[in-house]
């Protein structure tokens, strides 16, 4: 009995080690149609595995979270080292206990560093107690190629245009809810976006924005018309594929922490 017992144990070992080498081998299929493109069948298991990263943590009001590991890092509270301001050199805007704050008259800041198509995330709290009204209120502006505003205004029980208010792709197209917080508390944005295309001078596709405020849907690969104007209607001029990130001095001490960048790239491709 207990010989018939050691061998059926050695079998089921057997088995389980066939099974495992098997699934080492052979992931997948090749066996399978192509997908297009040619390159790889339905369900390739030689097919290149995605990256693996650390997907970092998301922030709470009280706690900043922590970046993607892959994430080029913008801001983490510590310094303005890939920011310039229009002249090149460090921005005058200021580091307040890890928070950075627009400083009035200190201009508008740039990324040193130039982005294609990117996911770019970004946490800012309007000014609290709040003062003035409309555009007038908590007002700034993240930048994509340094030329397509994305609005940040406090429209917490505060009204303006709808295409000029909060999460706006200013002068185009307001967000699909208002998803403010009241001022003072820290706010999200995740933006998914999607450079415009040129070719020979000739706009061959527009730029697209898919974006979270608060974590809420606000815009769904959203076409846009042109670069931002103000009181005028969008129009595109042609640019490089890339160009730099930017955020807007209009005035008001707007605050900014945990600030970063992954640009879109497929893994598996040339
Ligand atoms: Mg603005």
Not at 169 to 177: D, I, K, N, T
């Amino acid at each position: 009995m207990a010989r018939r017992i050691t061998m059926a144990w050695w079998a089921t070992g057997l088995l389980g080690l066939l099974v495992a080498a098997c699934a080492l081998g052979q992931l997948g299929y090749q066996d399978t149609p192509m997908l297009p493109g040619g390159q790889w069948h339905v369900h390739d298991g030689t097919r290149p595995q995605p990256p693996v990263i650390d997907a970092g943590l998301p922030s709470t009001n009280d706690q900043v979270g922590k970046a993607p590991s892959d994430a080029v890092v913008l801001f983490d509270g510590s310094n303005l080292d890939r920011w310039r301001n229009d002249k090149g050199a460090t921005p005058a805007w200021k580091i307040e206990d890890g928070v950075l704050v627009c400083a009035k008259g200190g201009g508008q800041i740039t990324t040193r560093d130039t982005f294609g198509d990117c996911q770019v995330h970004l946490e800012w709290a309007a000014p609290t107690p709040p003062s003035g009204s409309g555009q007038g209120r908590g007002n700034s502006g993240l930048f994509f190629c340094g030329r397509y505003e994305i609005q940040i205004l406090d429209c917490y029980q505060s009204q303006t245009y709808p295409d000029g208010q909060t999460a706006a792709l200013y002068g185009q197209f307001p967000p699909l809810v208002n998803a403010c917080r009241p001022p003072g508390q820290w706010q999200s944005y995740d933006v998914i976006w999607t450079a415009p295309k040129f070719a020979n001078n000739q706009l061959v596709a527009p730029a697209a924005v898919t974006m979270l405020h608060n974590g809420v849907l606000v815009h769904n690969h959203t076409a846009l018309l042109g670069g931002t104007s103000h009181r005028g209607l969008a129009k595109y001029h042609p640019h490089d594929p890339v160009g730099p990130l930017a955020l807007q001095d209009h005035g008001n001490p707007v605050r900014f922490r945990n600030i970063w960048v992954r640009p879109i790239k497929a893994y598996d491709q040339p």
